[in-house]
């Protein structure tokens, strides 16, 4: 073969690759048994003790117990964390938060090098959804990756205590998977159509219950009210899934990310403690090829979610997990049960105090704190009698087990939080809206144990919690705990916005001078002093202290916002104008930079452009990566190479280890010319994505039109051990092996 003939490979190859799209990627070379659809429902906040399958009379439950009496049980699934945002990372990388590491809500981003669930789904073809109704799951923390749409679209809301763009009830998150559903998907093969997989997340049981008036009874607790509202919501759900026939070919996996207190333990939500009130979660499966009405007493655990629902599904996955499937175990075949680690990290970010952590057997449960605890949970399952000075070995020994695993190297996950991220985070409760200190090492000593704060705790959170609705008594609460501890830098946060609130600016200013002390101000203590600087007639002050925020928070948007707003008070309009600009240079669609933009075309009597700005509000639509690879082969298959190329890298600045992404880019890039620019993507492509036969030819022949021809052998070579029948490749090697 003449190195012109190679060539002409390379260039037919590459085009082919680009222009065939990811269905003749993935496609098997014989038949595949009909694929399920997966549904994987998790219920934030959901306790396992609170639906009538598990035995709780006062549920209305009818849909989930339903589920459970076409289908498995567990009846013990532990979380690892009493958080939604760590929480979740485990159900979706089937690692614990030691090896995924994201501890907190807000002040993490899952790392790119870990693969997700929807990825494995994603590489096997399948179509991937996730609908989300909670902000400590948006997309900026690293949720969206492998999803060909991530739904995050929270409403604004009108309620006063909290900030917008918080949550989504129910309902409408059901609206918009039903949508989804009913829209045309890709054509398949009519034997095999392309099977789905979705990711549909309910937030409403978290605090505050606030059901709609039509789910609530006078027997219902108001938390009670809110399960019963979701319950019928995936009615609603799994009736449209049977109205078009896909009920019987969906597999459906119910859980949650975490419990709620209740009161036990004093803890009244959840988020500090490691007890089964806040730990033990639901695990319901149902669909093809689940046995019917089986209550399984395997212990089940997060990280166990991915891998169970990969082999139901038949999808191959290389990611490193910790996880394990419990297929076996929902067949009624004997497992043996494997312990569980769950941590709180809550006290020791927020407040200076100890972490918790616990491992969990099916009988045994040491919380390894400054007071260690163990509990018999055959014996004792509310988890009342701490036996750890009474059985001093065993908890001697399940300590040394807990400081084993905290050896384990964490993934670097924290991110700096923006004042938007724990404006959002404080306004749905969580102490410190997401602000994080540095984790502290294992064992770290002279740390208050959390069991030994807890009254301070509630009067720390009744605080916060009155700074919207009652700032005047929150002034007072927060008060008592800065008496008690003045270490809590929360305590005196929260205070200075109340007392801002309340119009005491000054004393708002003297709060914020005493932390800037202790400390430099966050971007979001910086953006409320500012506000009182300008009440206070220290309008320059107040631009100062906003620019501060900026330099600290140069990708956020809400410093330059704020600083419009400001000068909109003032009456300067083109300065007003010129920040919301600026806001949406760093955010394009930043929804309140262009609400802000809107105000100022309102004052200047400018109707047609305010209604441009609104209307634009009421239309917007995240940038979905997937979309827009399919549309850049649709470029390159029309001839528009370089439209195809800018689209391909637009995808990847949304999602940088989108594996489709990169190969179709470095695809893109060979065949037009620019192999070096090529070669490194194609790499990158293996690395993310399946290590296909398409893939490895093409970083191959890509390493052979620039005369590498021990890469290209090497990348070659590998393809054909995978599929022997591909002559053209043959003949290259073999041209290769000669020119040796």
């Not at 049981?205 to 919501?233: I, K, M, N, T, W």
């Not at 009624?332 to 312990?339: K, S």
């Not at 670097?412 to 090492?441: F, H, K, M, N």
Request: net charge neutral; proline share 7%; glycine share 10%.
């Amino acid at each position: 073969m003449t190195t012109r003939g190679v060539r002409r490979i390379v260039f037919v190859f590459l085009l082919a690759l680009v222009a065939g799209g990811l269905a003749w990627w993935l496609r098997p070379s014989r038949p595949l048994p009909l694929r399920p659809n997966v549904l994987l429902i998790t219920i934030d906040t959901l306790r396992a003790d609170r639906l009538g399958c598990a035995g709780y009379a006062a549920a209305r439950t009818p849909v989930l117990d339903g589920l459970a009496g076409r289908g498995v049980r567990f009846t013990t699934a532990i979380a690892h964390t009493p958080l939604t945002a760590p929480s979740h990372a485990s159900i979706l990388t089937a690692l614990s938060p030691l090896r995924h590491g994201v501890r907190n809500n807000g002040g993490f981003v899952l790392p790119e090098s870990i693969p997700t669930l929807a990825e494995d789904f994603a590489h096997a073809g399948y179509r991937t959804a996730a609908f989300v109704s909670g902000f400590p799951l948006d997309r900026r923390f690293g949720f969206a990756r492998g999803f060909d749409v991530y739904d995050d679209h929270l409403p604004h809301g009108d309620d006063p205590r909290r900030a917008p763009y918080v949550e989504r009830p129910a309902d409408q998150t059901t609206q918009a998977v039903r949508q989804w559903l009913d829209a045309p998907g890709p054509a398949g093969d009519a034997r095999e159509p392309i099977p789905w997989f979705a990711w549909v997340h309910y937030y409403d049981p978290h605090a505050p219950y606030e059901a709609p008036a039509d789910a609530r009874s006078g027997s219902l607790s108001p938390y009670d009210a809110e399960v019963a509202f979701v319950d019928a919501q995936i009615g609603v759900l799994l009736r449209r899934l049977e109205e078009t026939g896909a009920a019987t070919r969906t597999l459906v996996l119910v859980t949650s990310d975490h419990g709620e207190g209740l009161g036990e333990h004093g803890e009244e939500t959840h988020g500090i403690f490691l007890y089964d009130s806040t730990l033990r979660v639901p695990w319901i499966m149902a669909g093809p090829g689940i046995p019917a009405g089986r209550v399984a007493a395997t212990v089940a655990r997060g990280i166990d979610v991915a891998p169970t629902l990969l082999e139901y599904a038949a999808v191959p996955s290389a990611a490193p997990r910790e996880g394990r499937s419990l297929r076996p175990a929902a067949e009624g075949r004997a497992m043996t049960d494997e312990p569980a680690y769950a941590e709180s990290l809550f006290a020791q970010l927020h407040l200076g105090w100890a972490p918790l952590h616990t491992l969990r057997t099916a009988r045994w449960k040491i919380v390894d704190a400054p007071r260690a605890e163990l509990y018999d949970l055959h014996a004792d399952p509310g988890e009342l009698r701490d036996l750890a000075t009474t059985d001093p070995v065993r908890t001697s020994d399940l300590q040394r087990q807990v400081q084993a695993l905290l050896k384990t190297p964490v993934p670097a996950a924290a991110a700096q939080v923006s004042s938007d991220t724990a404006e959002r985070l404080g306004a749905l409760g969580y102490l410190g809206g997401g602000v994080t200190a540095p984790i502290a090492p294992a064992g770290a000593a002279g740390r208050r144990n959390p069991r030994d704060g807890l009254a301070l705790i509630h009067k720390l959170e009744q605080g916060m919690e009155e700074v919207r609705t009652d700032p005047a008594r929150a002034v007072r609460n927060l008060g008592d705990v800065l008496r008690e501890d003045a270490g809590v830098t929360l305590a005196r946060r929260y205070r200075a916005v109340a007392l801002a609130a309340l119009g005491r600016h000054a004393d708002a200013i003297a709060d914020f001078r005493v932390l800037e002390k202790a400390g430099p101000l966050s971007a979001e203590d910086l953006m409320v002093l500012g506000d009182s600087l300008r009440v206070a007639g220290r309008g320059a002050e107040a631009l100062e202290a906003l620019d501060q925020a900026a330099r600290l928070q140069p990708r956020s948007a809400l410093p330059w916002i704020n600083r419009g707003n400001l000068l909109l008070k003032d009456g300067r309009l083109d300065a007003a104008d010129a920040a919301y600009q600026r806001a949406l240079s760093l955010v394009p669609d930043h929804v309140e930079a262009l609400r802000g933009r809107g105000d100022v075309a309102v004052v200047r009597g400018d109707s047609a452009q305010a209604a441009q700005h609104f209307e634009r509000i009421l239309t917007l639509a995240p940038q979905d990566a997937g979309a827009m690879v399919k549309v850049g082969v649709m470029r390159m298959r029309g001839g528009q190479a370089e439209a195809a190329i800018a689209l391909f890298r637009r995808a990847l600045e949304q999602q940088a280890a989108n594996a489709e992404a990169l190969l179709y880019l470095a695809g893109a890039l060979a065949a037009t010319g620019r192999p070096a620019e090529a070669v490194p993507l194609f790499e990158r492509a293996l690395a993310r994505g399946p290590r296909t036969t398409m893939a490895l030819n093409g970083l191959g022949f890509t390493r052979l039109d620039l005369g590498d021809g021990r890469g290209a052998e090497a990348a070659l070579r590998e393809s054909l051990s995978m599929d022997p029948n591909q002559p053209e490749v043959a003949e290259a090697l073999r041209e290769i092996r000669r020119a040796h």
